[in-house]
């Protein structure tokens, strides 16, 4: 099992910064850690992972705004939203135990999730 805890969100206006963390019990070997969000009446989309050697993976319409952070020496994994958008309020989840990067169903545990509101 592992368990996950985010937090860091909040409101803000348009152009503001937050910074989601979550606590991750433990890592498994060989598998993909990473935050999606879901928006009210929308679906659930990737917003970026850890892949297994380190690197990370962004989707497309992320890069460059957010920024994904892993510190295994303290089962902590980070998103950094800057520049942000009315668009970008919803839902923020952390995963694990993912077998492909930005493929949420690969996923296995999922944190509670944390609001992200931003303002006009």
């Known amino acids: 099992q592992v368990q996950l805890v985010e937090s860091g969100g909040g409101s803000v206006q348009a152009g503001g910064s937050l910074r989601l963390s979550c606590i991750v019990s433990?890592?498994?070997?060989?598998?993909?850690v990473g935050w999606f969000r879901q928006a009210p009446g929308k679906e659930r989309e990737a917003v970026a992972c850890?892949?297994?050697?380190?690197?990370?993976g962004y989707a497309d319409d992320e890069t460059g705004r957010f920024t994904i952070i892993q510190d295994r020496s303290k089962n902590m994994l980070y998103l950094q939203l800057n520049n942000l958008k009315p668009e970008d309020t919803a839902i923020y989840y952390c995963?694990?135990?993912?077998?492909?990067?930005?493929?949420?169903?690969?996923?296995?545990?999922w944190g509670q999730g944390t609001q992200v509101t931003v303002s006009s």
């Open positions: 433990r890592t498994i070997p060989g598998t993909y």
């Open positions: 995963a694990a135990g993912g077998s492909a990067c930005l493929n949420d169903r690969t996923y296995i545990y």
């Open positions: 850890i892949k297994p050697r380190g690197n990370a």
